[in-house]
Protein backbone atom coordinates (compact mmCIF):
# COMPACT_ATOMS: atom_id res chain seq x y z
CA UNK A 1 0.00 0.00 0.00
CA UNK A 2 0.85 3.43 -0.27
CA UNK A 3 -0.61 6.81 0.58
CA UNK A 4 -2.41 6.30 4.05
CA UNK A 5 -1.71 10.00 5.25
CA UNK A 6 -2.26 8.72 8.69
CA UNK A 7 -4.87 6.13 8.07
CA UNK A 8 -4.71 2.47 8.95
CA UNK A 9 -8.48 1.95 9.11
CA UNK A 10 -11.09 -1.46 9.41
CA UNK A 11 -11.01 -1.59 5.76
CA UNK A 12 -7.05 -2.03 5.58
CA UNK A 13 -7.26 -4.21 8.22
CA UNK A 14 -9.58 -6.82 6.69
CA UNK A 15 -7.79 -6.86 3.48
CA UNK A 16 -4.47 -6.99 4.59
CA UNK A 17 -5.43 -9.50 7.34
CA UNK A 18 -4.69 -13.15 5.00
CA UNK A 19 -0.98 -11.80 4.21
CA UNK A 20 2.15 -12.47 5.96
CA UNK A 21 3.81 -8.68 5.81
CA UNK A 22 2.69 -5.38 4.53
CA UNK A 23 4.86 -2.97 2.24
CA UNK A 24 4.30 0.80 2.71
CA UNK A 25 5.58 2.59 -0.07
CA UNK A 26 5.86 6.28 1.63
CA UNK A 27 3.52 8.77 2.95
CA UNK A 28 2.59 6.73 5.83
CA UNK A 29 2.04 10.04 7.64
CA UNK A 30 3.00 9.37 11.32
CA UNK A 31 4.86 7.43 13.48
CA UNK A 32 1.90 6.12 15.63
CA UNK A 33 0.55 4.82 12.25
CA UNK A 34 3.42 2.91 11.36
CA UNK A 35 3.37 1.89 15.13
CA UNK A 36 -0.01 0.49 14.95
CA UNK A 37 0.41 -1.17 11.34
CA UNK A 38 3.66 -3.05 12.59
CA UNK A 39 1.86 -4.03 15.34
CA UNK A 40 -0.59 -5.82 13.31
CA UNK A 41 1.93 -7.18 10.47
CA UNK A 42 4.81 -6.89 10.25
CA UNK A 43 5.36 -3.90 7.79
CA UNK A 44 8.47 -2.94 5.78
CA UNK A 45 8.08 0.67 4.48
CA UNK A 46 10.10 3.38 2.81
CA UNK A 47 9.57 7.28 3.91
CA UNK A 48 7.44 9.79 1.19
CA UNK A 49 7.66 12.82 1.06
CA UNK A 50 4.86 14.09 3.26
CA UNK A 51 6.63 12.20 6.08
CA UNK A 52 8.87 14.04 8.69
CA UNK A 53 11.76 13.03 10.47
CA UNK A 54 10.96 10.52 12.74
CA UNK A 55 9.70 8.69 9.99
CA UNK A 56 12.97 9.24 7.71
CA UNK A 57 14.83 7.60 10.92
CA UNK A 58 12.44 4.87 10.96
CA UNK A 59 12.48 3.62 7.45
CA UNK A 60 15.22 3.85 4.56
CA UNK A 61 14.23 6.15 1.14
CA UNK A 62 14.44 3.09 -1.06
CA UNK A 63 14.45 -0.55 0.03
CA UNK A 64 15.55 -3.23 -1.82
CA UNK A 65 15.25 -7.08 -0.85
CA UNK A 66 14.50 -10.58 -2.11
CA UNK A 67 11.00 -12.62 -1.32
CA UNK A 68 10.45 -15.74 -2.64
CA UNK A 69 13.29 -16.15 -5.39
CA UNK A 70 11.61 -12.50 -6.55
CA UNK A 71 14.42 -9.12 -6.18
CA UNK A 72 12.07 -6.69 -5.14
CA UNK A 73 12.62 -2.47 -5.44
CA UNK A 74 10.70 -0.36 -3.45
CA UNK A 75 10.39 4.00 -3.19
CA UNK A 76 7.80 6.46 -2.97
CA UNK A 77 8.61 8.85 -5.99
CA UNK A 78 9.82 7.00 -9.18
CA UNK A 79 7.47 7.33 -12.13
CA UNK A 80 6.60 4.52 -14.08
CA UNK A 81 7.43 2.70 -16.76
CA UNK A 82 8.97 4.82 -19.77
CA UNK A 83 8.80 7.88 -17.61
CA UNK A 84 10.92 6.83 -14.65
CA UNK A 85 12.62 9.92 -12.87
CA UNK A 86 16.29 10.22 -12.66
CA UNK A 87 17.08 8.30 -9.30
CA UNK A 88 14.28 5.16 -9.97
CA UNK A 89 15.82 4.87 -13.29
CA UNK A 90 19.55 3.98 -12.20
CA UNK A 91 18.03 2.47 -9.40
CA UNK A 92 16.03 -0.13 -11.82
CA UNK A 93 19.47 -0.39 -14.25
CA UNK A 94 21.98 -1.12 -11.21
CA UNK A 95 19.63 -3.87 -9.00
CA UNK A 96 17.55 -5.58 -11.93
CA UNK A 97 14.19 -6.36 -9.32
CA UNK A 98 11.70 -8.26 -10.88
CA UNK A 99 9.28 -6.09 -9.41
CA UNK A 100 9.75 -2.08 -8.79
CA UNK A 101 6.92 -0.55 -6.19
CA UNK A 102 6.50 3.25 -5.81
CA UNK A 103 3.77 5.53 -4.82
CA UNK A 104 3.34 9.41 -4.72
CA UNK A 105 0.98 9.57 -7.48
CA UNK A 106 -2.10 8.55 -5.69
CA UNK A 107 -2.90 6.31 -8.64
CA UNK A 108 -2.94 3.06 -9.68
CA UNK A 109 -1.30 1.22 -12.08
CA UNK A 110 -0.11 -2.77 -12.57
CA UNK A 111 1.77 -2.79 -15.24
CA UNK A 112 4.28 -5.14 -16.65
CA UNK A 113 7.87 -3.59 -18.12
CA UNK A 114 9.32 -4.79 -20.73
CA UNK A 115 12.24 -2.91 -21.78
CA UNK A 116 13.40 -3.51 -18.01
CA UNK A 117 11.83 -7.13 -17.73
CA UNK A 118 9.92 -5.96 -14.26
CA UNK A 119 6.40 -5.81 -13.06
CA UNK A 120 5.49 -2.34 -11.98
CA UNK A 121 3.39 -1.55 -9.11
CA UNK A 122 2.07 1.70 -7.86
CA UNK A 123 -0.99 0.68 -5.53
CA UNK A 124 -2.52 4.11 -5.48
CA UNK A 125 -3.72 6.10 -2.01
CA UNK A 126 -4.89 3.50 0.95
CA UNK A 127 -5.81 6.89 2.73
CA UNK A 128 -8.30 9.71 2.38
CA UNK A 129 -6.11 12.79 1.68
CA UNK A 130 -5.30 14.07 -1.79
CA UNK A 131 -7.36 14.21 -5.24
CA UNK A 132 -8.44 10.45 -5.30
CA UNK A 133 -11.88 9.23 -5.61
CA UNK A 134 -11.24 5.92 -4.69
CA UNK A 135 -8.75 4.19 -1.69
CA UNK A 136 -6.67 1.75 -3.11
CA UNK A 137 -4.45 -1.24 -1.70
CA UNK A 138 -2.71 -4.23 -3.54
CA UNK A 139 -2.34 -7.78 -2.38
CA UNK A 140 0.13 -10.32 -4.21
CA UNK A 141 1.75 -14.07 -3.77
CA UNK A 142 5.01 -15.06 -4.22
CA UNK A 143 5.84 -18.38 -4.82
CA UNK A 144 8.86 -19.90 -6.23
CA UNK A 145 10.04 -17.22 -8.04
CA UNK A 146 6.45 -15.90 -9.63
CA UNK A 147 3.97 -13.19 -8.30
CA UNK A 148 0.62 -14.33 -8.49
CA UNK A 149 -3.16 -13.35 -7.25
CA UNK A 150 -2.45 -10.29 -7.55
CA UNK A 151 -5.90 -8.67 -5.94
CA UNK A 152 -7.26 -5.03 -5.73
CA UNK A 153 -8.52 -3.68 -2.53
CA UNK A 154 -10.95 -0.61 -3.46
CA UNK A 155 -12.91 1.88 -0.61
CA UNK A 156 -14.74 4.91 -1.15
CA UNK A 157 -12.76 7.76 0.04
Known amino acids: MSDTHGLFDDRLRRFFEP ?3 IWHAGDIGTAEVADRIAAFKPLR ?3 GNIDGAELRRMFPKTDIWHTEGVKIAMTHIGG ?3 RY ?7 IAAERPGLF ?15 NDLLFINPGAAGIYGFHNVRTAIRLEFCDGNMQNLEVGEWPR
Request: glycine share 6%; proline share 3%; net charge negative.
Open 19 to 21: VDE
Open 45 to 47: AVY
Open 80 to 82: YPG
Open 85 to 91: DREAFSL
Open 101 to 115: IDGHSHILKVQFDKR
